[in-house]
């Protein structure tokens, strides 16, 4: 059996939350037009009884926080985030449009993780 040190174990998740958000930021980019700016929020997981979801707030274009992520882990990597709280008119509060294109990138979009 092989056993992980604490310093092994928080470098494991502090990767796992970066894979993430950089998903959840990606996501948000190929489906939406109009994404300058992002802020990612820090990775919410299911606690020990199933209750909450593995998703985050991400700010977008500096005006408001949309909820991106799933259910559970598995859903997340295996279907894709999606977004789970929003608002009315949010499109065009935020300035963005649904427009999914594959090849958009996060290249363009200035983005702060938290």
Known sequence: ???MTVKQSQANAANEERRAQEKAALWLVQNYSGVKELKVGKLDRPNAVGGGSYAMDITVNNKRELRIGEDTRDEFYKDGPMILV???NYEQIL???KNYDKSRTLKNVKIEYK
């Open 1 to 3: 059996m092989r056993y």
């Open 86 to 88: 929003s608002f009315d």
């Open 95 to 97: 300035g963005i449009q």
